[in-house]
């Protein structure tokens, strides 16, 4: 008899002769200047619109129409979400609510953009009433539509969240997370320490690039309460994987840091560890690996992370991130 085991998936100054009688004048136009992406009164009903767009997407779990308001790494939660829902038995599924962000709670930060540059701005938004919390939003507009789409919504495990810097219009600084130019931590060595959170408990880079914050400890305490659960029986291994969204956003803060959002991808491989062993599809993970029974199974999952990033030499830190399954595998006992 084959023994079961539960899985569980967790960016000239005008020149004139002297001699204008001798030469011809030459002027060169300066630069245009930046200007804001939006006004803040656009920017709050541009989220008001997400809002009742976004319920009536979820209330018909309509991909179409969620894909006019969403889209990277937030489209493809938001869709995995949908995915794992209709596999779960009619009688398991949560009837849906309808909710809305609290535009009264909502601060957004938009940043001056010169033309031809991509287009988006922050929110920095609270929920909850006895014990509210904050999630940062990001709103970008896409280059063909014009449509504003929320790209990023993470819920902070700091309650205090960074104050971001503004113009005296208040407007906020975008800032470049790709190279050490802006940020002393690039967003490819932010997006490699959380991988390496998961995959090795931060022990080759996670813990030398972030402080030891709330949210850094939760990806440890994911890696490190999972990779034994199989005991004996079989072994769990977290990988970091390539994401299909490399954008990153960053605003200057006004004690001279950035607040960067990203997107990662990491895996998780379950595996027996021998013959006569078989993992179980739990519930949640059955729309992509169906009921079958499987002695491995890979499950891939799509995050935003949000961290604090100094300009100077020193450890970051990661104050939000949010996960989903986007993908899951499995091999027959056969193969």
């Known amino acids: 008899m084959a023994l079961t085991l539960t899985a569980s998936a967790c960016t000239a100054a005008a020149h004139k002769d002297a001699d204008a009688t001798a030469r011809a ?6 630069a245009p200047a930046a200007e804001p992406a939006l006004t803040k009164k656009a920017a709050l009903a541009q989220i008001a619109h997400y809002s009742k767009i976004n319920n009536a997407a979820n209330a018909h779990t309509n991909r179409t129409l969620l894909d006019t308001i969403e889209d990277g790494p937030l489209y493809a939660m938001s869709v995995s979400d949908f995915t794992q829902d209709e596999g779960l038995p009619r009688a398991d599924r949560e009837t849906y609510k309808p909710w809305s962000y609290d535009l009264a709670r909502t601060s957004v930060y938009i940043p001056r953009f010169t033309a031809g540059q991509d287009k988006w701005y922050a929110a920095v938004t609270y929920s909850g009433k006895k014990d509210p919390y904050a999630r940062v939003l990001i709103m970008a507009q896409q280059a063909t539509s014009k449509r504003w789409e929320m790209v990023a919504a993470v819920d902070l495990d700091n309650k205090k969240v960074p ?3 503004v113009d ?13 130019q802006d940020v002393a931590a690039p967003v490819d060595t932010l997006r490699a320490a959380v991988g390496d959170n998961f995959a090795t408990g931060g022990d080759t880079s996670g813990r030398k690039v972030f402080t030891s914050s709330k949210a850094s400890k939760r990806q440890i305490t994911t890696h490190d309460s999972i990779v034994n659960k199989f005991g004996s029986r079989g072994t769990t291994v977290f990988s970091a994987a390539t994401t299909k969204f490399p954008d990153s956003y960053a605003l200057k803060t006004t004690d001279g840091s950035a607040l960067v959002v990203f997107a990662h991808t990491h895996t998780q491989r379950d595996a027996v560890s021998g013959p006569g062993l078989e993992i179980v599809p739990e519930k949640k993970d059955r729309a992509w690996l ?10 891939t999952f799509t995050c935003s992370d949000v961290a604090t990033v100094p300009t100077a030499p020193a450890k970051s830190t990661l104050i939000g991130y949010t996960c989903r399954r986007s993908d899951a595998q499995g091999m027959t006992a056969s193969s």
């Open 290 to 299: 169906g009921t079958s029974n499987s002695p491995s199974f890979t499950y």
């Open 25 to 30: 004048g030459h002027t060169v136009s300066p």
């Open 168 to 180: 005296g219009q208040g407007y906020a600084t975008a800032l470049d997370a790709t190279t050490t």
């Open 163 to 165: 104050q971001i810097a």
